[in-house]
């Protein structure tokens, strides 16, 4: 491979022509070959953004020249475009401050600037003026989880809501036994438990807002350690409203750039947020599985669409693997945010060197999340249907119909009503009828499903 010999403050660097990255760039490439997890282009162009109004910020307050400052916004606009994907070939598992892959963005919108007029733009004086990866990379942070979530994790939250929500209409007057502890319990109706399903997603969704909105605080401005060091007066109130207006999300400076260096918890909060819907969304596949397991030796109170053949052995077995799928999502998403968690809680002084691994996971999540609730309510909500006779067998063989009992014949008659029936294979009607407990008018009149929901 042809080379050009590029320099940095450690000496040159032979870095392949025809790239735009320099010799950080190219230093962290080779010196690194850890996995192959990189950073989306959604994260690179959310960079772009914030590297973008920093240079308009510099221009503003009259620490840059217009004339540069507008070649940078212009090479930022490229990068953001997606142009220029395959100039970041960094992994995520690089120094914990994200600088290299900092690095690589003031390299390549460098590179851009002066392919179009001149070598007179300079990585780090020029595209880095009053910045540092310390506080940089902590504002990317934020702002890329932000869109994302506004643009993927949450317009999928409202899709699956949605669809559950309609089945939870379309189940409103089909009756059924509740069970607790996976044993009989009283009535309730399908659609009682399906809005259950949607109560929790709505819980979800409110968390995940208020975590959001924590994420409006900016660490910009602190530079290297908090103090601002090399900025301009006004610099962080300037930049921040940049990201506004740039984003149309209201970023504002955080109300200590000391904290939002060394510690993160805005971004451990948000990763809480989503294990908090990563918990329902278990919850909800695992409930619908079991409720149609089956389809003949199981509850089978459910019937899915079936997608594709579920067994290589047994001929015409379909499994409930959009549920399957969404669990996995789940447990991954759980594990994601463990490792936020503990990363988090390894800021030292005034720096937390785990930023590369916290944003990651916090994407990562957001993605699946995304992904999985979109395909769930698609490929087995819409298409999901009950079984009416098999919800009216199980209630009307439920012996915990006997509660109805307790207010008119207290609660040892009624047991003793509900026991009779189990040990004889009888009815409960048939039990309170063989006992002399009840009369069989007296039991009609109040043993009525309908009414116990």
Known sequence: ????????????????????????????????????????????A?????????????AELGNLDAARAARIAS?????????????????????????????????????LCNREGGEDVHPNDHVNRAQSSNDVFPTVMHVATAQRALERLEPALAILREALHGRATAFSGLLKSGRTHLMDATPITLGQEFGAFVAQLDFARETLLEARHSLHALAIGGTAVGTGLNTPAGWRACVCARIAALSGLPFTPAS?????????????????????????????ANDVRLLASGPRCGLAELRLPANEPGSSIMPGKVNPTQAEALAMVAVQVLGNDAAVAFAGSQGTLQLNVYKPLIVHNVLRSTELLADAMESFALRCVAGMEADPARLAYYLGHSLMLATALNPHIGYEAAARIAQHAHHS?????????????????????????????
């Open 1 to 44: 491979m042809k080379a050009r010999l590029e320099h940095d403050a450690l000496g040159n660097v032979e870095v392949p022509e025809g790239v735009l990255w320099g010799a950080q760039t190219e230093r962290s490439r080779r010196n690194f070959p850890i996995g192959s997890e990189r950073f989306p282009p959604h994260f690179i």
């Open 46 to 58: 959310a960079f772009a953004m914030v590297k973008k109004a920093c240079a308009l910020a510099n």
């Open 75 to 111: 090479a930022c606009d490229a990068i953001a475009s997606g142009r220029h994907d395959a100039e970041f070939p960094l992994v995520v598992w690089q120094t914990g401050s994200g600088t290299h892959t900092h690095m690589n963005l003031n390299e390549v919108i460098a590179a």
């Open 256 to 284: 200590d750039t000391f904290m939002a260096l060394a510690a993160h918890e805005a971004m451990l909060k948000y990763s809480a947020a989503q294990r908090l819907l990563a918990t329902a969304l278990l919850k909800i």
């Open 425 to 453: 294979g009888s009815t409960l009607r048939e039990a309170a009828l063989a006992l002399g407990l009840v009369s069989a008018a007296d039991f009609d009149r109040w043993v009525r499903p309908e009414a116990m929901v």
